[in-house]
């Protein structure tokens, strides 16, 4: 059974930066694509970032790409999530999630989740 544990969040102004970590356990990180979703009260959850498997192939949504970049450390089962320039609508709870990694890019199943990080950046 995957388990994961985000962590890292918090309140910023606007134009600052924080960074999102994903702590894996439970099964080879290895056969696990990753991916970071965030969500507002009221809204539906929301692709952020995915990275495959090896590091090598990085997504991001279009409100974010430039300002995120996202990495994972094989070696210590860990995705990370560097959100520089953030903004007030970046404000959401922010969840790691895995899927087994079949090439399918941000369209990966993700079947494992967090509990959640929150993010408030003040204007």
């Known amino acids: 059974q995957v388990m994961l544990a985000e962590s890292g969040g918090g309140w910023v102004q606007a134009g600052g930066s924080l960074e999102l970590a994903c702590e894996f356990s439970?099964?080879?990180?290895?056969?696990?694509?990753m991916g970071w979703l965030r969500q507002v009260p009221g809204k539906e959850r929301e692709f952020v970032s995915h990275?495959?498997?090896?590091?090598?192939?990085?997504y991001y949504a279009d409100s974010v790409k430039g300002r995120f970049t996202i990495s994972r450390d094989n070696a210590n089962n860990r995705m990370s999530l560097q959100m520089n320039g953030l903004k007030p609508e970046d404000t959401a709870l922010y969840f790691c999630a895995a899927g087994v990694d079949h090439g399918l890019g941000p369209q990966t199943q993700y079947t494992s989740w967090g509990q959640g990080t929150q993010v408030t950046v003040s204007s």
């Open positions: 439970g099964r080879a990180f290895t056969d696990y694509a």
């Open positions: 990275i495959d498997w090896s590091g090598r192939y990085e």
